[in-house]
């Protein structure tokens, strides 16, 4: 059963570009989050999705970031008009969300550098 | 809001020792759920141990376990027998009974020396 898939793995924009992460989730999960983390800090949340609907974006910033899980394909975020702040690695989880079990799994991140 | 406290920036253990990280949070809820994750150089987040609030007994997994303290809202790690491979971040992340998103406190970074 293959993990959480994230690409591309490094993503390098200049200021202005626009930057477009995708992440799969583990088979048979329908729940994907998406954090960020800044060079050492901790993971920040950003937004919580299932399939075509926004859960909760409470943590993503008010412009330029967005984010999708349609109904077919992998999620994606979208950072419109990037800045050097935006350089993080950004990771994506997927999880199953029954009763017994509220465990999120992790991809293995994409690293954006803003140059 | 919630808050997780790891008071630890930087933690070092002989390999084959035990070390124990802290994690303290902040919460009005019950029921809620805590984690602790691995984040080795390769900065892929792996799930170590979990904890439900409702359980009163402690959480083991091989080598690693938990000592939780839902009075004091404590929950610290035991990494017993280390070795060279646990070498990494460790962040304790906490979620509420909505589950919609993790918490995490600001790491600790261990070494294991041979």
């Known amino acids: 059963n293959a993990g959480v898939m994230q690409n591309p793995r490094h993503l390098v924009r200049r200021r202005g570009q626009e930057a477009r992460l995708r992440c799969s989730p583990m088979k048979g999960h329908s729940h994907v989050y998406w954090y960020r983390q800044l060079p050492e800090e901790g993971l920040k949340f950003m937004v919580y999705l299932q399939k075509e609907n926004i859960i909760d974006e409470s943590g993503m910033p008010k412009e330029r970031f967005s984010a999708e899980f349609p109904k077919e394909g992998p999620s994606i975020l979208r950072i419109q008009q990037v800045v050097r702040g935006d350089s993080a690695a950004y990771f994506c989880?997927?999880?199953?969300?029954?009763?017994?079990?509220?465990?999120?799994?992790f991809g293995p991140g994409t690293r954006l550098t803003v140059t | 809001a919630q808050t997780v406290t790891q008071s630890q920036p930087e933690m070092s253990v002989q390999e084959a020792e035990t070390v124990t990280l802290s994690c303290t949070y902040d919460?009005?809820?019950?029921?809620?759920?805590l984690f602790w994750y691995k984040q080795p150089p390769s900065r892929q987040m792996i799930l170590v141990i979990r904890q439900e609030a409702y359980k009163q007994q402690n959480a083991t997994e091989n080598r690693f376990s938990v000592n939780f303290q839902k009075a004091a809202k404590s929950f610290s790690l035991k990494i017993s027998d280390s070795q060279l491979g646990d070498t990494a971040m460790y962040f304790c992340?906490?979620?509420?009974?909505?589950?919609?998103?993790?918490?995490f406190g600001g790491g600790t970074r261990l070494m294991v020396k041979p």
């Open positions: 919460t009005s809820e019950n029921n809620y759920y």
């Open positions: 989880a997927s999880s199953l969300r029954t009763p017994s079990s509220y465990e999120q799994y």
């Open positions: 992340a906490y979620t509420n009974n909505a589950g919609n998103m993790l918490t």
